[in-house]
């Protein structure tokens, strides 16, 4: 009988699972959207229990997609959202809903946390506080103190599925140390809490959760919820990891040199470095632990950068969001490359990579001979740029690090000047990735690695992963991008203080 390994991914849009034999060949995969709940502005929050239950359909509509023989299937691995935070009882179960990486209502406790102590934070998780898990646990300890007093742990959403899929209690609750970096309590390069942190703010330590690491297994699915996956029999679960961290995973970012654009509903740039580097002097990047021992990503992200494009045709073209052709006859060339281009400001619901939350998007230097084409063009741009502010700050930081390539996932692989766009800037190829499945395929190789298919992940990703096509900029653009990066840096800085000052 052949076997299997299921990898499933809880994203902000959806819940995506596949299937893979231990070739690394997919099988199936399925789909269930996600049902934002957003009743004001700032406030974004899902049900954990709908996660929890949109797993389980996206399980057992993957394995029947298949059709393969399901007493084949070895275990499973699920990997999610990062920087939002669930707090669960003793019982193991949700008692608040899931309080989104979207959700800006914990802002005032950046500032809180900065000020406290912005600097050693960064130095010992390696990320500044920001809409992440430290100022949203303070949210609930200050705002909401009766569901505070309840919580017996604080989890993420891909923690939370499988302690539901296991049964597991809130003593049992956990975190795999790539999240670490968003946590705002923790030793990142010790993977423990750091307890003058956890005092300096008092949250208490019993409310956090026990570190792992993601190919640990924290038990076996229940027979009730086997059955809801549509499973024979119970399969280890193992603690699996942030849905960036297993993007990273998926795109064979193992080695050092090696960047990642993940180019979804957030753009997120990172590099794999084989050391722990805060920082301290810029504040744009952070650093996360790899799924990969001893192997670090530095990395930062536009929120929402790739909701932009979305934005745009829907709102300002009026086209239809679920058109497939809704982007067509927008995407030009590099002959429209031109100093008189408008820039963008990306930054709609603020900019996280460094923390500016008063920032929002702007288009500046339009005339009137601009078309949609140039706007579209603007937005894609500012992404490359954005990455550009970004590769600086590594390699003002690590100024012996050789960036390689950049490899590629999500749906803006498909856009060939964007990807030119990006290695103009970069200077480096942007690679694809054949067959890309994605997170839930980082999640499969933890899932392997957990039962014992594999000694090592990397093993995993040199026999399954594949590159593709690679997409380089003519060095006579180098100049261009260089001088349009500059330019943008200026009009960040103006327009974050004007948004500064209306505040």
């Known amino acids: 009988m052949d076997s299997y390994l299921l990898g499933v991914d809880i994203g902000t849009q959806g819940v995506k699972c596949s299937l893979f034999d231990l070739c690394g060949v ?40 298949s059709s393969v023989d399901s007493l084949g299937i070895l275990g499973l691995a699920i990997d999610g959202q990062m920087a939002g935070i669930i707090g669960v009882g003793e019982d193991g179960r ?62 993420q959403p891909g923690g939370y599925a499988a302690m539901r899929l296991c049964g597991l209690s809130g003593d049992q609750a956990f ?39 993601s190919t640990d297994i924290v038990g076996e699915m229940t027979s009730e919820m086997a059955r809801k996956c549509g499973l024979p029999n119970p399969i280890p679960v193992a603690a699996g990891c942030g849905d960036t961290a297993a993007s990273f995973l998926s795109c064979g970012a193992v080695k050092p040199g090696i960047c990642v654009d993940v180019a979804g509903t957030a ?22 632990a790899s799924v990969i021992e001893g192997l670090w990503h530095p990395y930062a992200y536009i929120k929402g950068g790739g909701m932009n494009l979305e934005w745009y045709v829907r709102e300002i073209l009026g086209r239809d969001p679920d058109d497939p052709d809704r982007f067509k006859g927008l995407s030009g ?52 740029l954005e990455y550009g502010i970004y590769r600086q700050s590594l390699l003002d930081m690590l100024p012996d690090l ?18 030119q766009m990006k290695a103009g800037v970069l200077q480096i190829p942007v690679t694809s990735i054949s067959k890309n499945q994605g997170a839930p395929l980082g999640s499969a190789i933890i899932a392997g690695c957990a039962v014992g298919v594999f000694d090592d992940p990397a093993v995993a990703v040199e026999a399954w992963i594949e590159t593709g096509n690679s997409v380089e900029c003519p060095e006579d653009f180098w ?23 209306k505040g």
């Open 175 to 213: 975190i795999d140390n790539t999240y670490l970096h968003f946590s705002g309590f923790a030793d990142n390069q010790e993977s423990s809490w750091d307890e003058h942190l956890v005092s300096l703010f008092g949250i208490e330590g019993d409310k956090l959760p026990k570190i792992v690491r």
């Open 94 to 155: 949700a008692i608040t809903p899931y309080d989104s990486w979207l959700d800006t209502r914990c802002a005032p406790y950046i500032k809180q946390m900065e000020k406290t102590a912005g600097r050693e934070i960064l130095q010992k998780t390696g990320n500044p506080p920001s809409f992440n898990h430290g100022p949203k646990k303070l949210w609930w300890q200050y705002e909401r103190p009766e569901i505070y007093k309840k919580i017996h742990k604080f989890v």
């Open 267 to 288: 753009s997120v740039f990172a590099a794999t470095t084989d050391r722990f580097c805060a920082d301290i002097e810029t504040r744009v990047l952070g650093c996360g």
């Open 402 to 419: 050789i960036l390689r390539e950049m490899r590629i996932t999500g749906g803006g692989d498909t856009d060939l000047v964007w990807k």
């Open 26 to 65: 997919s099988h199936g995969s399925s789909f269930i959207p996600s049902n934002l709940i957003q009743p004001e502005p700032g406030i974004t929050e899902e049900d954990a229990a709908f996660q929890v239950e949109s797993v389980c359909l996206a399980i057992a509509d993957c394995i029947k997609e």
């Open 479 to 501: 100049d261009y991008f260089s001088s349009r990066t500059d330019d943008y840096k200026h009009l960040l800085k103006v327009m974050n203080s004007f948004y500064e000052g």
């Open 333 to 384: 060339d590099l002959s429209y490359i031109s100093d008189s281009n408008p820039l963008f400001i990306p930054h709609m619901a603020g900019r996280v990579s460094p923390s500016q939350p008063s920032l929002r998007g702007t288009f500046a230097g339009l005339e009137w001979k601009h078309d949609n084409i140039a706007l579209f063009m603007a937005i894609m741009e500012s992404v490359a």
